[in-house]
């Protein structure tokens, strides 16, 4: 079940990608953002109020860190936003990729955040030179100006 939520999970992230670039050429990037989250809010609202429990919500004596993932998802969008219409979904997509999984791993191997520590094994470490491989080769035919 965790596998095919993780699929779906790039497959309307890449969607959404486009879709909200698409609004930012036309309101901006920051306001595409803006529109986002506040339709993220009500559709996340709405789905608490029909009854869709996720957990407790427990305000007082968070961390300060966890209130800081909003300003995160803000700065993630509004930059998606504006470099997909400059470079494409696939770059942006393999520059993010290439950094979501090296941040990953980081956070895997320390156990940062509360995660368990997950070695980073030769196994995983070789995994990720490849996609890194991939990524560099998208940059390279980028620069060539054939992308």
């Known amino acids: 079940m965790f596998y095919l939520l993780a699929l779906l999970n790039g497959v309307i992230g890449s969607l959404s990608r486009l ?3 698409s609004l930012a050429t036309f309101a901006g990037s920051l306001r595409g953002s803006l529109v986002n989250h506040i339709v993220g809010t009500i559709v996340a609202g709405v789905l ?3 009854g869709v429990r996720t957990g407790v919500i427990a ?9 800081i993932g909003g300003c995160m998802g803000v700065f993630v969008v ?4 504006y470099a997909v219409p400059r ?18 791993a980081g956070l895997d191997h ?21 996609l890194l491989t991939g990524a560099a ?3 390279t035919e980028r620069r060539k100006g054939k992308v």
């Open 78 to 81: 509004a930059a998606s936003n």
């Open 87 to 104: 470079i494409g979904a696939v770059l942006l997509g393999m520059i993010l990729l290439a950094a979501q999984l090296l941040t990953s």
């Open 19 to 21: 879709v909200n670039a």
């Open 110 to 130: 320390f156990g940062l955040l509360g995660g368990a520590p997950i070695e980073l094994s030769w196994m995983r470490l070789l995994g990720l030179l490849i």
């Open 59 to 67: 305000f007082g004596g968070l961390p300060w860190y966890y209130w």
């Open 137 to 139: 080769l998208t940059l």
């Open 48 to 50: 608490l109020l029909i």
